[in-house]
């Protein structure tokens, strides 16, 4: 399971790039972050993510009445997510770049020799 | 609350029902909270509908509450909080004047009743003429002023400690002692108002006093009950 600490300044930019891909329903996106390999995460911290994708005009929601209960929202990206999904992208990699540079060029945290 | 929100609240209010035990106490606890924090009223009716959706899922797949909100549910509550519209400063300003002006109301209707009952009951005993005059005393302005003080005051602490997950033994101790200490002040305030502010400052005629208590209180009823219909009748 990945630490939430870790998830915490990426998570936004992964809801974006799962609701670039189509159109969704916030339960799907916890399934979808799941089958992806993040584990389980909570709707109560993706709900407030998104909220806040939306307040930020990054995503658009639209309302569909469902039989079982309340009306569920879909969300869709707009082209003010699709920038910063853009800017995500390229920040993650240099991030990850230099990570894994790191990993690479020192010594490895448990001691043994990098071959 | 205008139609968009009253319609909004009575699709709601026919889903939450749908959520049981720990889930129905979440989402009060949740909504109370957001309420208190002066969040508008159709961005709560909106957090709500999305929030008893998440919990309905939840609850049909027999997961509990912490692990459907993540564990912290007064964090939760703050997050949304930090995304959610505040109301403008006009409207909350009128919602607080509109409390303030309940809150006189009533505090100088009960005092008007209590002086008029308590004349009633001299004038019966003593078959003395009914002085059809209202004395206000400075013990009176004083009392009414300290216990509108004291409700704003309950108001803010309610504003700067929300409530969210089960009532401890501990909080409900301590919300008793509270009730208690508050009313141990009004009784003891009124005594002393009695006592050390006896002098009448203001005397107003007692039928035309009672007429607007009358109007004012038919008023409030008659909103009251048009909201309710409204909110019902979606």
Known sequence: MIPSQLLKG????CLLEIIRRREIYGYEISQELARCGFGPISDGTIYPLLMRLEKNGCIAATYRSSAAGPRRKYYTITPAGEAQLRQFCASWGELSAAVQGLFEKEEPCNGQENR | MDRKTAELNHLNNETDALLQGDYQRAITDIVCFLRLKNVDDYQVEVIRNDVTDLLLR????GRSVEEALGGDIRGFCDTLLENAGKKSFGAAALENLQSALICLMVLTGLSFLASTVEKA???????????????????????WLVLSAAVFGILYIALSSPSTGKPTRRRKGEALAFGVGVTGGCLLLAWLSASYLPDTVLRLPAVPAGAVYLLAGAVFLIRRLVRKRRSAGG
């Not at chain 2, 939840?58 to 797949?61: K, R, V």
């Not at chain 2, 005993?125 to 009392?143: E, K, L, N, P, S």
């Open chain 2, 58 to 61: 939840s609850q049909e797949q």
């Open chain 2, 121 to 143: 009951v001299i004038c019966l005993r003593t078959g003395t003429a009914f002085d059809w005059q209202w004395d206000i005393t400075a013990g009176d302005v004083a009392t």
């Open chain 1, 10 to 13: 990426t998570l936004e930019g």
